[in-house]
């Protein structure tokens, strides 16, 4: 079983529609769990950060995260082509740099106008 | 302006070739990051330095061999390619986690892209 798991997609939704991503994960050490967004051909950006179990809210971006079910989600709200993207999961044991963080495989969103 | 650069973007070359690709950051981060992203976009530390002190050094061949000259650069360095070292190659950095700083938020630079023919 692979550390992190995330459905590759393609995920293709209406403009508007809410969008929602997960990832499940098999480290119960994990503490640290973030959502990064990578365009075509460009390199990852990190979206969201929580610790812990919890939610996070930034603007049309909400993350979820039930440690008791090793399980982290992302829900983008009235979804816009500009979402249109690759969303990876990622999650670290410490928040240190001494520590590596494990990204999920993407899942490829498409939003369509 | 650019925070993260890497050198070239693309880059062809013929099996047993040895290559460089190097890395660069101007936000004075003390971590550097080398990752590997495969045809199935998956992201894959390498190795990472911080402060020029090589922290992890994942299950790579040792062909692959990282080199820091100071902690604004990372450079990476491939010996006798293979076929299957044909991947993108992102280089990151984030600021010191150890200090209060969000290590996980790691700025990536635009990536390389190796094919190996």
């Known amino acids: 079983q692979k550390e992190v798991e995330q459905d590759p997609g393609p995920l293709s939704v209406p403009e508007g529609a809410i969008v929602s991503l997960n990832c499940t994960y098999s480290n119960s050490a994990f503490q640290y769990f973030m959502w990064y967004r990578q365009y075509s051909r460009k390199g990852p950006e990190l979206l969201m950060y929580?610790?812990?179990?919890g939610n996070k809210e930034d603007g049309r971006f909400t993350a979820q995260v039930d440690k008791s079910s090793k399980y982290i989600s992302l829900f983008i709200r009235d979804s816009q082509p500009s979402d249109s993207a690759t969303y990876l999961c990622?999650?670290?044991?410490?928040?240190?740099?001494?520590?590596?963080?494990?990204f999920g495989p993407g899942t490829s969103l498409s939003v369509i106008p | 302006d650019t925070a993260v650069s890497q050198t070239p973007k693309y880059l062809v070359t013929q099996m047993g070739n040895d290559k460089s690709i190097k890395c660069e950051q101007n936000l004075g981060h003390d971590t550097m990051y080398w990752y590997k992203q495969d045809s199935k976009k998956f992201l894959k530390i390498m190795f990472s330095y911080n402060n020029k002190e090589l922290i992890i050094n994942e299950t790579v061949p040792n062909r692959f061999s990282p080199k820091s000259p100071d902690k604004a650069h990372l450079n990476l360095h491939i010996n006798s390619l293979e076929l299957g070292d044909s991947a993108v190659y992102f280089c990151?950095?984030?600021?010191?986690?150890?200090?209060?700083?969000?290590?996980?938020?790691?700025?990536f630079g635009p990536g390389t892209r190796l094919l190996v023919l």
């Open positions: 990151a950095s984030s600021p010191p986690g150890t200090s209060g700083g969000d290590q996980e938020t790691q700025y």
């Open positions: 929580t610790y812990s179990s």
């Open positions: 990622a999650m670290s044991r410490v928040k240190t740099s001494y520590d590596k963080v494990i």
